[in-house]
Nanobody
Framework: QVELVESGGGLVQPGGSLRLSCAPS????????MGWYRQAPGKGRELVAT???????NYADSVKGRFTISRDSAKNTVYLQMTNLKPEDTAVYYC??????????????WGQGTQVTVSS
């Protein structure tokens, strides 16, 4: 079973920056698209950003120009650099991965979530 392990959350003031990291533990063949989602209190989970195995990013309109998603294929790690953070960015951030267990079998993997709180 593959689990995703996130790190880098915390408390930051408005206008500040944080970088989230996520890497899988366990055995797998390869990773496909990876991404970050978030869930604020009382709201549903929403997409923040995704990145294909080829490195093509996609962002939610609310974070364009402030967040940058990247991946290091050698380390099987995906990052989310967050700048100019706003109170409305406060949420639990979840890492997601299309994980290939074999050449043709893939599963949808999720992390446990990391809390990001933007407050003065």
């Amino acid at each position: 079973q593959v689990e995703l392990v996130e790190s880098g959350g915390g408390l930051v003031q408005p206008g500040g920056s944080l970088r989230l990291s996520c890497a899988p533990s366990g055995s797998f063949f390869r990773l496909g698209s990876m991404g970050w989602y978030r869930q604020a209190p009382g709201k549903g989970r929403e997409l923040v950003a995704t990145i294909t195995s080829g490195g093509t990013p996609n962002y939610a309109d609310s974070v364009k120009g402030r967040f940058t998603i990247s991946r290091d294929s050698a380390k099987n790690t995906v990052y989310l650099q967050m700048t100019n953070l706003k109170p409305e960015d406060t949420a639990v951030y979840y890492c997601n991965s299309q994980t290939y267990l074999t050449r043709f079998q893939d599963v949808d993997s999720w992390g446990q979530g990391t809390q990001v709180t933007v407050s003065s």
